[in-house]
């Protein structure tokens, strides 16, 4: 079964960058698309970003398009988000998920393996 453990969140100022990771283990990430996802407290998931298993499709929200960038290295099995121009409202807990032979989706429902999460703040 597919376990994911993100890093690389934190603290930085307004503009600039980080790069959290999505790290798996207990199964071969390549036969998986992975999302990441957003939350604050007292909302629901907001996808950021998808990646489908075969790294050919990929997929941003709007709010993030241009700034963020997501990458696979299947060897590692490890999925990256590179984060730029961040901005105060960015700040939340992001998470990855995966989903078996997906194609890339923005809906939290559709994904079956879930981390723990990374906190990203930042600060104006």
């Known amino acids: 079964q597919l376990q994911l453990v993100e890093s690389g969140g934190g603290l930085v100022q307004s503009g600039g960058s980080l790069r959290p990771s999505c790290e798996a283990s207990?199964?071969?990430?390549?036969?998986?698309?992975v999302g990441w996802f957003r939350q604050t407290p007292g909302k629901e998931h907001e996808g950021v970003s998808c990646i489908s298993a075969s790294g050919g499709n990929t997929n941003y929200a709007d709010s993030v398009k241009g700034r963020f960038t997501i990458s696979r290295n299947n060897a590692k099995n490890t999925i990256l988000l590179q984060m730029n121009s961040l901005k105060p409202e960015d700040t939340a807990v992001y998470s990855c998920?995966?989903?078996?032979?997906?194609?890339?989706?923005?809906?939290?429902?559709?994904?079956?393996?879930w981390g723990q999460g990374t906190q990203v703040t930042v600060s104006s």
């Open positions: 998920a995966g989903e078996f032979e997906g194609s890339g989706s923005s809906r939290p429902i559709d994904y079956d393996f």
């Open positions: 207990g199964d071969t990430l390549e036969y998986h698309s």
